[in-house]
């Protein structure tokens, strides 16, 4: 059963960059698109970006100056960049797998990450 | 961007009453794209539903989506106390994902 795992800071200084990896348990990279979505407190899910196995990515544009994600598949994990931070950027940040049909790949979200509550405070 | 608009934002029923959430999207997307997913608080988003109408692995059969163009639609035929929950619908049929805002399902 495949399972997500992330992990990184919680509490970060405004302006320091927000660093997240999330590690594959029991499956491949290959064919799949990988997320980062977060949750303000309160609020409702907003998509930060994706990438797939072979590196290609797309970005949240209000987000895209600022964000990097990258796939290592040597390790079974992908991570997430998210640099100037600021208290706008405190949520709970899940990483995602995407969906597979026989044929093609999707960008929903079949498989989350227990999620990390990172904290943006001076 | 594509904009989602759930409605309502709360609805308010009973254990055993029928649920209709509403998804509105800015542009018509094709029903391959559209997913909606169940959130209970402190637990990460559960996909139930994706390419419109198909369920996800282990989705009891109480949940049905439906819709096309613009209009998308999640039923809960007999709502179970664990059915109380947030939804948010998303489409991903654009390079960029977006979410709807959610509508919240309590207990009346």
């Known amino acids: 059963q495949v399972q997500l795992q992330q992990w990184g800071a919680g509490l970060l200084k405004p302006s320091e960059t927000l660093s997240l990896t999330c590690a594959v348990y029991g499956g491949s990279l290959n064919n799949y698109y990988w997320s980062w979505v977060r949750q303000a407190p309160g609020k409702g899910l907003e998509w930060i970006g994706d990438v797939n196995h072979g590196g290609g990515t797309n970005y949240n544009p209000s987000l895209k100056s600022r964000v990097t994600i990258s796939v290592d598949t040597s390790k079974s994990q992908f991570s997430l960049k998210l640099s100037s931070v600021t208290a706008a950027d405190t949520a709970v940040y899940y990483c995602?797998?995407?969906?597979?049909?026989?044929?093609?790949?999707?960008?929903?979200?079949?498989?989350w990450g227990q999620g990390i509550l990172v904290t943006v405070s001076s | 961007e594509i904009v989602l608009t759930q409605s309502p934002g709360t609805l308010s029923l009973s254990p055993g009453e029928r649920a209709s959430l509403s998804c509105r999207a800015s542009q018509s997307i094709s029903s391959t794209y559209i997913a909606w997913y169940q959130q209970k608080p402190g637990q990460a988003p559960r996909l139930l539903i994706y390419g419109a109408s198909s369920r996800a692995t282990g989705i009891p059969d109480r949940f049905s989506g439906s819709g096309s163009g613009t209009d998308f639609t999640l039923t809960i035929s007999r709502l179970e106390p664990e059915d109380f929950a947030v939804y948010y619908c998303?489409?991903?049929?654009?390079?960029?994902?977006?979410f709807g805002g959610g509508t919240k399902v309590e207990i009346k």
């Open positions: 995602a797998r995407g969906g597979c049909s026989t044929t093609r790949c999707y960008k929903n979200h079949e498989l």
């Open positions: 998303q489409q991903y049929g654009s390079s960029e994902v977006t």
